[in-house]
Structures are given as C-alpha cells and as structure tokens.
C-alpha cells in the first residue's frame, strides 16, 4: 500500500482525534463546577460521565451498522452533526440551570463522539499496513490527549476564574464554551462533507481465509479485549471524574482552578505518554508494553489509596502517563485480523466503554459513603484486568 495514498485521509481522521479528546477534557471539570453551582453530590454529578459514556454503549452499534451500509465517510459526518447538535443544546439547558438538561445535551453530543470514535479508530488500523496498526493508532490517539489537556487549562479559568472557585449559579462560560464548540464542529463538518476518502474493504486485508471465515466471538484477542476495555476505560474514566476532588480534600491546601490545572499537568503527561509509547512499540511488543504499564499502575492506586498528601497526588497525575497507551493498545489487539468482521468488531469495542458510565457512580458512591481516596479501589482493580489482557488474552486464536 502507498504511504502517500494514505497519508492525507490519516491527517483528516486523526483531527478529530483532538475534537472528541477536547470535549473529554471538559467533562471532568465538569463535576465540580456542577456540584457547586448546581448543589449537587458528588455521586450525582458522576451521572454526566453516566450519560457521556452511556451514549457510547447505546449508539456504537447502530453507528457500526450505518457505517456497514453507507460507509466510513458518512459515518463520520453523521458524528459531527450530533456533536455540534449537543454542544448547541448547552445553552438552553445552562438558561434553564437544568442538570437534567444537560444530560440530555451531553448524551446527544457524545452520540456523535460515539459515530466518529467508531469510525476514526478502525479506519486508521487499516490506513496502512496490518503490523503497523496499533503503532499508528497510538499516534493518532495522542492528538486525543492534546485536546484532553487544553480541555481542563481553558475550563479552569472560564468555570472558576481568578477566584479557584466557581462563581455561584453563573453558567455563562458553560453557555460560551460549547456554542463555540458547535460553531466549529459544524464547520470541520463541511469540510469533511467536501473532502474524498478513500473507502477500505476489510475483507481485502485479512491474511488468512481461515479467520476470516470465523464468528467474530469465536475471536479470543477480540472477547477478551473487549472485557479489558471496559475495565480500561472505567478506570481511566473514575480516575479523572474524582480527580479534583481528590486534590481539594488531600490537605495541601490546592483549590478548584489549581486542581483543575493539575488534571491539566496530568493529561499533559498522559499526551507525553502517548508519545513515549507510540516510540517504544519500535522496540517493545504492545501487548508487553500494555502489561507493564498495568503493573506500575496497581502500585500508582495503592499510594493513592493511602493518601501521603503530595506524594499521593503525584502518584494520581502519574497514573495519566501509564495509561496514556492502553486504549489504543488494547483496540488495536481486539480487532487486529478479523478482516469482514473489522467495523463490527469496532462497534462492539466502542460499546466496552460504557465501562465509564458505570464504574464512576460505584466511585462516587465510596467517595460519598466512606472517602475519594478509597474509591480508586475501583480502578486498582480494573488495572489488573489490562494486564491479564496485555500477558495473555491478546493472542489471536489462529
């Protein structure tokens, strides 16, 4: 396959990497400015990650088969247009001081990430050659982590200004944020609508008839790897979702805007480590990668558990860089030689993340009943998983 002939749709689809990574980056601020101007728990302002990453669950399928029948392309224009949709229906739901309405917003706009996540990630596995995939969706993928960490520096000062805290019920920077977001959208909408891309048949790229041939569940690297992102994304999902509020109760004196900078800081070295890994797959296999990432991760939760004022905090933002791999890491093994089965597969990937619409309220809940620190119990356990994931479970049944 021609490096050229792909390169072009590869810059296209991995912007919009940065446009669903940016409104990530939002959500988790999120939380707290909701918890504040609204008056609401924080097991309850978890039910916007509930509504963001149900989305997922609900829409990855039908997204897959509408792909199936019109195409990548289309798929992907249908994700923006429900994107800037949502974005548009913040304003109503901020005029309103709504919670319920935001869900609602925040369900219609993840429905659109939901389409473009299900086309963008398979289409940039088969814009090369096989052997390759998960090194180029890791590349990708970090153009996601530029989008999550300018999402929280620009939310910490519209949401809590100078102050480091929220301003009351005012959600004007909520208003202005997300109908620039739409206004933008739109426009990268046509130019996709304007813009050639190439349409790739799976079934061209298989190398053996044989799996080819197979039901797709009867692909082991592909159930597993589905269970493994599940609990990837529930974990990286809870991680951030308590993230601020884990560093305003450590005791070292952080407010809301610097906390908020830190979750910058953090997914700054989740960009980083995206990068990194995206360089040591040259030399190390992903599945080995994805493995000892896990492991350093499981003692990066027990410190954070124990809550030594700094070093814990430290160890929280640590977590960001060792994850930084896993999803992409974890998509790529799942669908890697399924040939016809590739868009299915995808949507069923996709659908795992509603891993985090769910782990998060168990989080919030042990935040409410007991403490933050205890919760990232959750993830702890979610990282061991990965790494039975990374050891073994990817292995393609031939």
């Excluded at 919670?99 to 088969?126: D, I, K, R, W």
């Excluded at 610097?258 to 995206?274: E, M, P, V």
């Amino acid at each position: 396959m021609s490096r050229n002939k792909y390169l072009f749709p590869f810059i296209m689809i991995t912007s919009l990497f940065f446009l669903w990574g940016f409104a990530y980056g939002l959500l988790d601020v999120l939380n707290k400015h909701f918890q504040e101007t609204l008056n609401i728990t924080k097991s309850r302002s978890t039910l916007l990650q509930a509504a963001y990453f149900g989305a997922y669950f609900l829409v990855a399928l039908p997204a897959g088969i509408f792909m199936n029948k019109y195409g990548y392309k289309k798929g992907v224009i249908l994700g923006l247009l429900l994107y800037a949709a949502g974005a548009f229906m913040f304003y109503p739901a901020a005029e309103q001081s709504s919670f319920n309405f935001f869900l609602l917003a925040l369900f219609v706009l993840a429905s659109g990430l939901a389409c473009l996540e299900t086309a963008a990630n398979p289409y940039v596995t088969v814009l090369g050659k096989p052997e390759t995939s998960a090194n180029r969706l890791n590349l990708s993928q970090c153009f996601n982590g530029v989008g999550s960490f300018l999402g929280p520096i620009l939310a910490s000062y519209l949401f809590f200004g100078n102050s480091g805290e929220s301003n009351g019920g005012n959600l004007d920077s909520v208003k202005l944020i997300y109908v620039l977001i739409g206004i933008i959208v739109l426009l990268i909408a046509g130019i996709f609508i304007k813009t050639t891309l190439p349409e790739i048949k799976e079934s061209e790229l298989v190398t053996s008839e044989k799996l080819n041939a197979k039901p797709l569940f009867s692909h082991s690297n592909f159930t597993f790897g589905v269970i493994a992102q599940f609990f990837y994304v529930a974990a990286q999902v809870g991680i951030a979702a308590l993230f601020i509020n884990y560093c305003t109760e450590s005791g070292v004196g952080i407010n809301n805007a610097k906390a908020a900078k830190l979750l910058s800081i953090a997914l700054i070295l989740f960009t980083a480590g995206r990068f990194v890994g995206t360089a040591l797959m040259r030399v190390v296999a992903a599945n080995k990668l994805l493995a000892l990432y896990a492991v350093i991760n499981v003692f990066l939760c027990v410190l954070v558990i124990l809550k030594q004022e700094w070093i814990s905090v430290y160890a929280l933002m640590a977590l960001f860089f060792f994850m930084s791999i896993m999803f992409p890491t974890i998509f790529a093994l799942s669908i890697k030689d399924l040939g016809q089965h590739t868009k299915k597969a995808s949507s069923f990937v996709i659908m795992s993340i509603v891993g985090g619409a769910l782990m998060p309220y168990v989080m919030g809940l042990m935040a409410d009943q007991y403490s933050t620190p205890v919760s990232y119990l959750v993830p702890l356990m979610c990282f061991v998983v990965v790494f039975f994931y990374g050891l073994r479970g990817y292995k393609v049944n031939k």
